[in-house]
């Protein structure tokens, strides 16, 4: 029940940001206003965030409300992970980013890796879909899937980016501080299962 706030604040966002897409009646879409800033009024009551900045955050899409999805490279070397240090909270993460509109999941990987970590890479496989909810994440204002995508490296070299300040390669039993908003220890630990058994089915929430 400790963050139930915020996942009431999230479905109220969905359904003024579904109603304002489709209503007709000017009536309705000023109810649907009306929603859309009780959800910010609730983010605002129980955060430190101003109210501009949740609503530039949180309520300023438009359309039907769908996930975000999250996507991350996961590429080993030698029994080791490679991570990154992310400039945002000093802490590691796999690389990796928003999925962008226009490119696959895996072209988001691609980008990402060379962008943070500086390597050259290709996919090989997709080794998790998973739903940030039901993992020991940070509270989020977004609901977010998260997908993992197995990668070997084919050029480049290790080299920091504009969010990043470190990059490294880390064994399951001395990984660094994580950054918790993007990865967590479990997660990583269940992905080094792939390195030394590929033939593994991809990780699911079977909820």
């Known amino acids: 029940m400790l963050h139930k706030w915020l996942e009431w604040a999230k479905e109220i966002q969905a359904i003024s940001q579904a109603g304002l897409a489709y209503t007709k009646d000017i009536y309705d879409e000023e109810r649907f206003e009306q929603l ?17 900045k949740i609503r530039e955050l949180f309520a300023s899409e438009s359309g039907y409300q769908t996930p975000k999805v999250d996507v991350r490279g996961v590429i080993f070397q030698e029994g080791k992970l490679l991570l990154v240090k992310e400039k945002a909270d000093g802490a590691w993460a796999l690389p990796g980013g928003w999925a962008d509109v ?19 890479v290709r996919g090989t496989k997709l080794l998790a879909v998973l739903d940030k909810k039901f993992h ?15 990668c070997e490296i084919i050029g480049g070299a290790a080299g920091v980016g504009v969010e990043t300040s470190d990059v490294g390669f880390f064994h399951k039993d001395a990984l660094p501080p994580l950054s918790e908003e993007r990865n967590t220890r479990e997660q990583l630990v269940r992905l080094f299962e792939y390195e030394h058994q590929p033939e593994l089915p991809t990780w699911m929430d079977l909820f």
């Open 36 to 52: 859309r800033a009780l959800s910010v009024t609730i983010m605002q009551e129980y955060t430190d965030a101003g109210s501009e």
């Open 102 to 120: 226009g490119l696959s999941p895996v072209e988001v990987t691609v980008k990402e890796v060379k962008e943070e970590a500086g390597y050259e």
């Open 136 to 150: 020991a994440h940070p509270p989020s204002a977004f609901h977010v899937y998260k997908m993992f995508i197995q």
